[in-house]
């Protein structure tokens, strides 16, 4: 018994003994993020004013970019939209030390409208250069973006000069499936919100459309099999629907109809990823004055 007693005494006076030693002023370990933000970036210089939209990962980032912005196209007159962000849980990332310095390209566009596009991955620009030359010396200036890990995706035409609406040949419609031969109008999984490739797309096709005031187009949404039918017709109406705001809100004054399909007009029956894909789309069909 006395030896148990013993015992039972030692430890106690070592636990008293450790919570009065051990100090109380360790620093708490900072927590981590599991699943960092990727750093984004959206650009576009269009009547007048450079919009900038993005999640930044510090003040100081943030800060370079508007310092270069305010710089290049204050003298300019252009208004700039300042919709940065700053986000703790967003990673830094090698391209934000090499974005200000591109800022300058959107002011190398022919027509002042341009943008440009980061979404983490890869480097999206649109926009229109009046010569080969022009685009050259535009695409070299972003090789910084590029070194830096980011995959560029080129849509900048070169018009090769004005062309008046009544040089104009060629109607509408092909011009407009050749652009969604190579580029698609793309949404956030399960919603109406246009994705960074999804605006990149539309950015190529508001010109075009801009050529033939006239012009009547339907808007045609289209999902994949799955899903209630009713839901599908719905989300492919208000993609449908996101596409014609986004002309509107870019100054188009053409005849837009937005039309929902769902899943009912498929352009493949199988059950592959790729033809899933494929299903999901958006179509353009002129249906007036297309050749104006």
Known sequence: MKRAAILVGGLSALTLLALVCVPRHLPVPAPTIANPIPASFHARLEQGTLTLRGSMPDASTRERILKEARARYDAGKIKIDDQLVVDPQVASAPWLEALPGILPVLGMMNTARGSIIIDGRSLVLSGRVATEQSKIALLSSITPMTAA?????????????????SLRRGSLQPKLDAVLAKARIEFESNKAVLSAKGIAALDQIVPLIRDYPQ?????????????????NVDLSHRRAEAVRQYFVKHGLGNKFTAVGYGASKPRSKEQTQAALQRNRRIELHVTGNGDL
């Open 149 to 165: 890990g980011l995959e560029l995706e080129d849509h900048i035409l070169s018009s090769g000069g004005h062309t008046t609406p």
């Open 215 to 231: 012009a009547s187009i339907e808007i045609g949404g289209h999902t994949d099999p799955f899903g209630a039918p009713a839901y």
